[in-house]
């Protein structure tokens, strides 16, 4: 019987004017993979580097966390740019991150622009584009990790690896999308509820949603946002509770 196994990543590295939003030194102890921000919505050269350094000392997977260049957002506004816009900045983000010293082993892209791509084929096909160039660059085909959707189409048609990703610390609506931010429902607040909801997901394939459905999911990576309210606590208990579960803490992507 093969063991179970699951992705542990939080988003990291996400300083804004040179204060950071998480706590980093903690939360790298407990994931096994880190979306790190590349200079999109947070982050610069001097917290890449930090973050490249600890992802080595703890053993923890490197993933790129690109966004609409929306510092005065934090990423999450929706933005309409042109094709050729979008890619390059995307690309200079990953280049940022690969200059940093980072050794990019997936790609998860961050805040409106991770919503957007979900659904519209044309964004997402330009995010898949340029995840492949990365691909050629590197000589080894970058996964996406994000939810179902065009982004899963568009990167299997540029013959990118796809993993799920289900969110610990989010609500979800009864169609398997996030509650959005500020609605009612949208965060989870206590570390044991979020970490008996991972036990769950990984158990039974599927997490009740706000309105009391229950919604299928096989998530291959779980994610506690470094800046949610108690994220080291969170990200502990979680740990602890799946292990305790006999469930592996391990990156698919690792090298």
Same mark, same amino acid.
């Given at each position: 019987m093969t063991a179970l196994a699951v992705d542990l990543n939080a988003d990291l590295g996400e300083t804004v004017d040179g204060v950071a939003t998480a706590d980093d030194a903690a939360m790298f102890r407990l994931v096994s993979s880190a979306n790190i921000a590349c200079g999109g919505h947070a982050g610069d050269d001097v917290s890449m580097r930090a973050s490249v350094v600890l992802a080595r000392e703890h053993g923890v997977t490197i993933g790129a966390h690109p966004s609409y260049p929306d510092r005065a957002g934090f990423g999450r506004t929706r933005q309409r740019l042109a094709s050729s816009e979008l890619r390059a900045s995307i690309r200079g983000q +990953?280049?940022? +991150?690969?200059?940093?010293? *980072?050794?990019? %082993? $997936?790609?998860?892209?961050?805040?409106?622009? $991770?919503?957007?791509?979900?659904? &519209?084929?044309?964004? *997402?096909? &330009?995010?898949?584009a340029v995840i492949a160039d990365l691909s050629t660059q590197l000589g080894r085909a970058v996964p996406v +990790?994000?939810?179902?959707?065009?982004?899963? %189409?568009?990167?299997? *048609?540029a013959g990118l690896p796809f993993f799920a990703e289900a969110f610990l610390d989010r609500g979800y609506r009864a169609d398997g999308t996030l509650v959005p931010r500020g609605a009612p429902g949208d965060l989870m607040h206590d570390p044991t509820e979020v970490a008996d909801r991972a036990v769950e997901m990984i158990l039974t394939g599927s997490v009740v949603s706000v309105d009391g459905s229950r919604i299928a999911m096989r998530p291959a990576s779980l994610c506690v946002h470094g800046d949610t309210p108690a994220a080291v606590e969170m990200a502990g208990a979680v740990r602890a509770a799946l292990t305790d579960a006999g469930v592996m803490i391990r990156a698919p992507w690792r090298p």
């Open positions: +990953l280049d940022a +991150l690969v200059s940093a010293g *980072a050794d990019i %082993r $997936y790609v998860k892209p961050h805040g409106a622009l $991770y919503n957007e791509i979900v659904h &519209d084929a044309a964004q *997402a096909a &330009d995010v898949a +990790l994000g939810l179902h959707g065009e982004i899963r %189409r568009a990167a299997e *048609a």
